[in-house]
């Protein structure tokens, strides 16, 4: 597997390969060119100058062996740093500034391309005339007789490619050079970087390895300042860790207070039954120990139920649940029918305050009325005996507000909040509510999030009142 360290530093290498290749193939041409070009532009000037030099000479003496002529052309030559070749049109050398040419010959292509198109470049040894290659510049020798131009020879100029090979020599070198240099620089930046940007991935992936073992106390601290992606993620990292904290925090509380609540009506079960067997509980209190033990395998039950329900919520949590339009002051109506016994049980009553005509909201039906109903029965378990239970619905901003309240104790105000978790019971309540388990809240709490809607909860001067909210249809 590579690493991110070493496909950067690859990266890298082959961006700084590339970039100085080009630039170094760019400036090798363009300085190629140039130099072409400045060394045939001063050649073709200086071999203009001795042509129309020669011109006269031929024209005036019809030779060139006048020293002075030669004179004249060893200065232009010079002056030039080049050597100079004077031809007939046959090609014969009749004058050179370098020696052993005299009595040779230039290439017909040379006297050819030079007498009829009027010019000649390029780099040649002339056909072995030259042991290395030169740059040559020709161009005709033309002698005016009245209104006529004839070629009477060709003069060519040749510079030496020496200096054109150290230019580029040096400039390979100091490209060469600065390419070290650069890549040097480029590979120490990219492993401080590459560094930079992985140490913190090595640490997240290490603290991953340990919440897998379990160990959710392990945070990744070091990088908030840094105030890029890295620190975003450490920070996003950090949450899934608190969440997961939470969870397993969550998960073992659920798994103590599960304990719990089957402990206490199991160890019932268990002791008034082996009372009843061994002979400890009377017999005329036999009838009382069995109600006793009927009581709670209902608790237990009731306890199943709910922890099914509740697995239900949790396993439909992540899908989108299929809402209907219905009427929630009939819904409601009819769970305070289902409810009549136990309110009228408890002599208490019902205030009904809900607008004229039916509120048509979006809901799931079912979960709806499950939410009414453990709101109604929690508010006739724990109102005070012979008083009213007030339930509500009304309109505002899109939504229906239906609210349940009821007059009893007051539950403190650090409590509130506690009410929607599991099993949790106000210490108030512990001695009233011998029946419940726990969960009718929580499982209200669950069902209204699936449904992107919300709960509140207030306790002030014995009443406390619970309102949710619906979509208006």
């Known amino acids: 597997m590579k690493s991110l360290y070493k496909r950067q530093l690859m990266m890298m290498v082959g961006i700084v390969a590339l970039s100085f290749t080009l630039l170094s193939t760019a400036f090798m041409l363009l300085s190629y ?17 001795i042509a129309e030099l020669t011109s006269i000479y031929m024209r005036t003496y019809n030779s060139v062996g006048d020293e002075m002529y030669q004179s004249n052309v060893e200065i232009i030559a010079a002056v030039s740093d080049a050597s100079v070749i004077v031809a007939d049109t046959e090609g014969n050398i009749i004058y050179s500034t370098m020696e052993g040419l005299a009595e040779k010959r230039l290439p017909e292509n040379v006297i050819d391309q030079v007498l009829h198109k009027g010019e000649f470049s390029g780099i ?26 004839v070629n009477q020879g060709v003069v060519l100029m040749s510079g030496d490619t020496n200096g054109l090979s150290d230019m580029w020599r040096a400039t390979a070198t100091i490209f060469f050079f600065a390419a070290v240099v650069v890549l040097i620089i480029a590979v120490i930046a990219s492993s401080i970087t590459s560094a930079h940007q992985t140490r913190p991935l090595v640490e997240m992936a290490e603290a991953a390895r340990k919440f897998g073992r379990g160990e959710f106390d392990v945070r990744v601290t070091s990088y908030g300042d840094r105030c890029d992606e890295i620190s975003e993620l ?7 860790a608190n969440s997961l904290a939470k969870v397993e925090s969550q998960r073992s509380e659920f798994i103590a207070n599960v304990s719990h609540e089957l402990k206490t009506p199991m160890t019932t079960i268990s002791g008034f039954a082996e009372g009843i067997l061994d002979g400890t509980i009377p017999p005329e209190k036999e009838r009382d120990a069995l109600n006793v033990i009927v009581s709670e395998t209902r608790r237990l039950s009731r306890l199943v139920r709910r922890m099914l329900d509740l697995s239900r919520l949790n396993a439909l949590s992540e899908t989108v649940t299929a809402q209907e339009q219905f009427d929630i002051i009939e819904l409601i109506s009819q769970v305070m029918i289902s409810l009549e016994g136990r309110i009228t049980g408890r002599g208490l009553d019902v205030e009904p305050k809900f607008p004229e005509g039916p509120v048509m909201v979006w809901g799931e039906k079912d979960s709806v009325t499950q939410v009414c109903y453990n709101l109604l029965d929690n508010a006739a378990k724990f109102a005070a005996q012979g008083s009213s239970i007030t339930v509500s619905v009304t309109k505002k901003d899109g939504k229906a507000l239906v609210s349940i309240a009821n007059l009893g104790a007051t539950i403190p105000p ?16 512990r001695s009233q509510d011998r029946e419940g388990v726990g ?4 499982i209200v709490k669950t069902i209204l999030g699936n449904l992107k809607e919300s709960i509140t909860v207030t306790s ?14």
Not at 34 to 47: Q, V
Not at 234 to 240: D, K, L, P, Y
Not at 439 to 442: A, E, Q, R, S, V
Not at 460 to 473: I, K, N, P, S
């Open 33 to 49: 060119r140039y130099i072409i070009s400045e060394t045939r532009d001063r050649l073709e000037r200086n071999a203009g100058y």
């Open 124 to 149: 040649s040894d002339l056909n072995g005339l030259f042991k290395t290659s030169r740059y040559f510049t020709g161009i005709p020798i033309t002698v005016r007789i009245g209104n006529l131009a």
């Open 234 to 240: 450490a920070e996003s990292f950090n949450s899934m």
């Open 414 to 429: 650090d409590e509130l909040p506690l009410l929607f978790e599991r099993f949790h019971k106000a210490d108030y309540s």
């Open 439 to 442: 969960l009718g809240l929580y």
């Open 460 to 473: 002030e001067d014995g009443v406390t009142q619970f309102t949710f909210t619906l979509t208006l249809a």
